[in-house]
């Protein structure tokens, strides 16, 4: 739960209910494939987020909240509110971290 995306791609999914990794990646502008892919193993193995793998081919992958990670989505809805209406800043903050680390 403290990685900065994690509550954004919480309300994202409990929004939409299921999503796949490509809608997820529109849903949630500002982040990368790595990180999406990391975030998404961390609430999983947390036991907040579960993977459903279809078969098919090419291999089709979708996202959905399980019953704890529903329950921390009405206190993050706020946080997330914040979050997505602040994101632009948030995003130049980390982007001058990042050039400050080099």
Known sequence: ??????ALIICALHE????????????????????????LRNLEKDGLVTRKIYATVPPKVEYSLTQLGESVYKPL??????????????????????????
């Open 1 to 6: 739960m403290a990685d900065r995306w994690a």
């Open 16 to 39: 939409l209910k299921t999503m796949r990794n490509g809608e997820l990646l529109r849903k949630i502008g500002g982040i990368n494939q790595k990180m999406l892919t990391q975030t």
């Open 77 to 102: 809805d706020e946080i997330c509110r914040w979050t997505e209406n602040h994101l632009e800043e948030l995003k130049e903050i980390w982007a001058s971290q990042q050039a400050e680390r080099g």
